[in-house]
């Protein structure tokens, strides 16, 4: 089975603070993405990266920056926290893939970030 | 752009009985995949059914299945004998897009399932 991991299920972090936000998957997968979820909206792409060092913008890419060195390994960053990014944040991973794909994205257990 | 609209924020059902969450779509891509998730209280996302564009069967998964409508655009989850389990929070999403963007999924805002007994 997939293992997608996220470094913390529960964070809380001050105003301003720098947050880094861990994933690691375990299936060799290029494709890793980074999902905000809140009430009434849905999931929504922050970040996502089809290869080492490369990363492309989603549609809520404001206030949020990534990193990825290592092909396992997708890292959100908060430059300096805000309230507003007091969220769910859900991590996944998928094999690289056309359109009309049948791999799902495989996520990890989410991090509840809440900013003080 | 690809959109996910699902209307219903909120549905109940009682046990043992069928329920049909709604799903409609948005893309002008030939090529595109349906997808359903599951969501529980304890949060973690769990694939349930997929559809691809050019299936021309309707997906089944044990006790779901996806009502696929192409014409109208639509991809309805059917969950049939509903069990107090299947209370959670439902997801629809597509993959589409070109180039770079594909592999991603869009998702609708979700349907929260309260089954009764």
């Known amino acids: 089975d997939v293992k997608v991991t996220q470094s913390s299920r529960y964070l809380v972090k001050r105003t301003g603070e720098k947050v880094f936000l861990e994933c690691v998957q375990d299936?060799?997968?290029?494709?890793m993405f980074w999902y905000r979820q809140d009430p009434g909206l849905g999931l929504r792409l922050i970040y996502f990266?089809?290869?080492?060092?490369?990363?492309e913008k989603g549609d809520i890419p404001e206030g949020y920056s990534v990193s990825r060195e290592k092909k396992e390994r997708f890292s959100l960053i908060l430059e300096s926290a805000s309230t507003n990014q007091t969220s769910m944040y859900l991590c996944?991973?998928?094999?690289?893939?056309?359109?009309?794909?049948?791999?799902?994205?495989?996520f990890g257990n989410g991090t509840r970030l809440t900013v003080t | 752009a690809q959109k996910i609209t699902q209307t219903q924020p909120g549905m109940f059902v009682q046990e043992k009985e069928a329920v049909t969450l709604d799903c409609t779509y948005d893309?002008?891509?030939?090529?595109?995949?349906l997808f359903w998730y599951k969501q529980p209280s304890s949060g973690e996302m769990i694939f349930l059914i997929y559809?691809?564009?050019?299936?021309?069967q309707n997906a089944t998964e044990g006790r779901y299945s996806l009502n696929f409508q192409k014409a109208r655009k639509s991809a309805n989850l059917v969950i049939s004998a509903s069990q107090l389990g299947d209370s959670a929070m439902y997801f629809c999403?597509?993959?589409?897009?070109?180039?770079?963007?594909?592999?991603?999924?869009?998702f609708g805002r979700g349907t929260q399932l309260t089954v009764w007994p």
């Open positions: 996944a991973s998928s094999p690289v893939q056309g359109a009309g794909s049948h791999s799902p994205l495989h």
């Open positions: 299936m060799d997968h290029e494709n």
């Open positions: 990266s089809y290869d080492v060092k490369m990363k």
């Open positions: 893309t002008s891509d030939p090529s595109y995949g």
């Open positions: 559809q691809g564009s050019y299936d021309q």
């Open positions: 999403a597509m993959r589409g897009g070109r180039g770079s963007t594909l592999g991603r999924l869009y």
